[in-house]
């Protein structure tokens, strides 16, 4: 168990500085957030140590720059953020200037301030112990909120973890921990995992590790289609990787009845929103259709299963949700995980494009959790350790 913001003594906290590293990896539109969704989700970490009177220095990344380049700048999301404060934000446009340890040094007890894109530094993306040690010079202790950024060891989520001490989960990396931890160690039976998108590939890993712990893996997106194939079925034109046939056919040897495959398809002959579609068995797509979603037959069998559960983990949309009305399986699905959560079903939502799925349909709030970190999640649940979560005190 790793050690948390809430075991840190409150008193403790008061004057002093905590560094946190947050995700504010947010869209940018003209040096505007357009999507403010998760610097909204650091807000519980922020206000705490406000509240206890520490002085809170924030790092994040942003996009994908190759050294310092203005259109990605975090000074929008301090913008954002003192907005939703509706207190002042100090914004620290170099870390390494001689003046900004005395910056953070004169904040005000529960003041605030955004440091630069930690990417603008090359050290960053390889974890350079230099710049960790710049960052610590920032803050008196260290807390991780940024778990979608966990799976990658750098210098702001990792090395500078073993700088200063404590080194704490922040509450967002804490409810993360907890659920998809939860449902790994000890998930309330039965435990269904709902895996979909376009590539068993990506997947293999996250079935091997869940295979032994689940009661049952409901497949759904093209994924399925290689099942199929494996199956010697026809799939006409549907997205198949011929090449992993062999490893479909071991993977359904090795789980047996625990595979659940859809019963039927939506399919059309080409993927364009509106064409015409039809809604077949599995047994009987014609050459030249594809599968672009799974049937009603399937949604009812996997909302059925889902009613049941104790635990549902969530990862791939069920169809190209992406361009109606091959999203109705990936809807359906959303649906049934949150009218199970309301009677006390554990639901967890990992993987980007599934995430986005729930937020289109207005259903988040509705799941027991939806995770922030599409590839940390997808790690996370394939048991891999996340080396910014590592890093952080152990309890
Ligand atoms: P996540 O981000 O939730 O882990 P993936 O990235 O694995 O999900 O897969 C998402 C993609 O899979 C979506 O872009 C979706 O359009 C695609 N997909 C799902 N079903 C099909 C299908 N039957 N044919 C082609 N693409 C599909
Ligand atoms: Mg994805």
């Not at 520490?54 to 999301?77: E, M, W």
């Not at 659920?179 to 079935?207: C, E």
Request: aromatic share 4%.
């Amino acid at each position: 168990m790793k050690r948390s913001l809430r075991s840190l003594v409150p008193l403790g906290l008061d004057g002093r500085r905590a560094l946190v590293r947050v995700d504010f990896n947010c869209p940018l539109k003209d040096g505007v957030v357009t999507d403010a969704t998760r610097i909204r989700a650091s807000l519980p970490t922020i206000m705490y140590l406000r509240e206890k009177g520490a002085r809170v220095i924030l790092l994040s990344h942003l996009g994908r720059p190759k050294g310092p380049d203005p259109t990605q700048s975090l000074a929008p999301c301090a913008t954002a953020l003192e907005a939703m404060l509706g207190a002042p934000v100090l914004f620290i446009p170099d870390p390494a200037s001689p003046d900004a340890v005395t910056r953070t040094k004169r904040l005000p007890r529960g003041g605030v301030a955004v440091v630069e894109n930690t990417r603008f530094h090359a050290g960053e993306e390889k974890n350079d112990p230099e710049l960790a040690r710049l960052f610590a010079t920032l803050g008196d202790l260290y807390v991780n909120d940024a778990f979608g950024s966990a799976h990658r060891a750098h210098a702001s989520t990792e090395a500078v973890a073993h700088l200063l001490k404590p080194a704490v989960s922040g509450f967002l990396m804490e409810k993360e921990l907890e659920y998809l931890g939860g449902a790994l160690d000890q998930p309330k039976r039965p435990f269904i995992s709902v895996l979909g998108g376009s590539k068993v590939s990506g997947k293999i890993d996250l079935i091997e590790n869940l295979l032994p712990r689940v009661d049952a893996i409901l497949i759904g997106g093209a994924m399925a289609c290689t099942f199929f194939r494996a199956m010697g079925l026809e799939t006409g034109k549907s997205l198949v990787e011929e090449d992993r046939l062999e490893m479909a056919r071991a993977l359904m040897q090795q789980a047996g009845e625990k595979l659940v495959l859809p019963r039927g398809a939506v399919i059309a002959e080409m993927l364009e929103a509106g064409v015409p579609t039809r809604s077949v068995p599995r047994e009987q797509i014609p050459p030249g259709w594809a599968m672009f979603d799974i049937d009603a037959a399937a949604e009812q069998d996997y909302a059925a299963r889902i009613a049941r559960a104790g635990t549902v983990v969530w990862n791939g949309p069920m169809g190209v949700f992406e361009t109606p009305p091959f999203d109705h399986g990936t809807l359906a699905v959303a649906q049934a995980m949150a009218a199970a959560t309301a009677t006390g079903v554990i639901t967890i939502v990992g993987g980007g494009d599934s995430a986005a799925a729930v937020a289109q349909a207005g259903l988040a709030a509705k799941m027991s959790h939806v995770s922030t970190g599409g590839g940390a999640s997808l790690e996370f649940l394939e048991g891999k350790v996340l080396p910014g979560v590592a890093a952080l005190d152990e309890v």
